[in-house]
């Protein structure tokens, strides 16, 4: 049997007619960069987050660093975030010049660590971004308040959280500003780049909308010194046949992610998520934990499963980032969580019989093992 780690061609076949249809209407419009279907999907994305904008941009990265300018980060300040995360989210901060000031993780949820937060602030500090990872939500309503009591902006990095819930409320909504990635593999992914900033600040959102349009409110007349990072039109209207369909995809990862929680609770070798009681968590990621990580990843290769690590290397070990002076040992949880992290297959059309295979073969390794 041969189970890949994701599968974008059967989610596809569902949907073909679809997207046949909106995307001729964008070359009918010729509305390539931008246009009425990236302003549809802006508008019925923004909805669906419960958020008064949301500004579409080339991609998640682009949607960080975008939120970071637009709310006045920039040199000489530092922004607290979580080491085991993508590295966008620090690449982000580094680019509007601020400094990434590295918080551990909570090791049941892989989320940043709230009660860690206010001993990393000091008086350059000026935003945290907690990145909700594989899906589930920090613990937002700590976070909300350190950065009430210290004046900090919070961005939440929800590139891996479409459609997910803190205490009901949207992923992305809870902030001053959310950050999404509609990356082909994300649980909302377009047929290329994409990205989008949501927001309830209006003055927020008009900044952004200019900023990422050459600073300009009107053509060729520029207001601030911008950058070009549009949505695609392809994208929008990618993005807009599949964000109706998102809450049964939500569902169809929930209810695999359930399958192999029952599948795998029992064996002692195997940590399995939690789903912690104020999330809904949407699995971008299924992530299980072991000590022989890389023998089980050989393992169920021969088997022909195909697995993942998200991520190896936390951010604070990095090469890139070594010049921010951490070292081994700083963050033990996420350098733990990081040896032991393996990312199973899970897509929401991934087959009932596939779950029970890896997990069999699981079972089937770590007996060996
Ligand atoms: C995917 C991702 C990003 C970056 O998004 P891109 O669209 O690939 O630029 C940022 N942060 C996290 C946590 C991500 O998973």
């Known amino acids: 049997m041969t189970i890949p780690f994701l599968n974008l061609t059967a989610q596809y076949e569902t949907i073909k007619d679809e997207i046949a249809t909106a995307l001729q209407e964008v070359i009918s419009n010729t509305s390539f ?53 993508f590295i966008a989210t620090a690449e982000a901060i580094s680019f509007c010049g601020a400094t990434p000031v590295f918080v551990d993780i909570d090791e049941q949820t892989y989320n940043i660590d709230p009660s860690l937060i206010e001993a990393a602030i000091t008086p350059k500090t000026k935003a945290i971004i907690p990145v909700h990872l594989f899906g589930q939500t920090a613990d937002v309503d700590p976070i909300l308040d350190i950065a009430r009591r210290h004046n900090l902006v919070v961005i939440e990095d929800a590139c ?16 001053d500003a ?26 927020l959102a008009d900044k952004m909308r200019m900023f990422r349009d050459h600073g300009q409110r009107k053509k060729y007349y520029h207001a601030i010194i911008g950058w070009n990072t549009r949505m695609d039109g392809f994208q929008g209207a990618v993005l807009d046949v599949k964000l109706p369909h998102l809450p049964a995809w939500t569902d169809a990862r929930r209810s695999r992610a359930k399958l192999y929680n029952e599948l795998l609770t029992e064996i002692p070798e195997i940590t399995i998520p939690l789903e912690a009681d104020y999330a809904k968590h949407v699995y971008h990621v299924y992530a299980i934990r072991t000590k022989n ?53 899970m897509f929401p059309e991934l087959e009932e019989e596939s779950i029970q295979y890896v997990a069999e073969k699981i079972k089937e390794a770590v007996k060996k093992a």
């Open 293 to 345: 990580r890389d023998e089980l990843i050989k393992d169920l290769s021969e088997q022909g499963i195909t697995c993942g690590i998200h991520y190896p290397v936390p951010l604070h070990l990095q090469e890139a980032y070594q010049f921010l002076g951490y070292n081994q040992g700083d963050f033990p949880i996420a350098e733990k969580c990081a040896q032991e992290f393996v990312s199973l297959p």
């Open 178 to 203: 959310g950050c999404f990635s509609f990356y082909p593999g994300k649980n909302l992914g377009a047929y290329g780049e994409a990205g989008a900033v949501i927001t309830n600040n209006q003055e």
């Open 160 to 175: 891996q959280a479409h459609n997910a819930e803190y205490k009901g409320r949207p992923a992305g909504s809870l902030g």
């Open 33 to 85: 960069a931008g246009g009425p279907q990236v302003k549809r999907f802006e508008e019925n994305f923004a909805s669906f987050c419960q958020c008064d904008h949301a500004i579409g941009v080339g991609s998640g990265t682009d949607a960080l660093w975008m939120a970071l300018i637009g709310l006045d980060i920039g040199k000489g300040d530092e922004v607290i975030t979580s080491p085991g995360t």
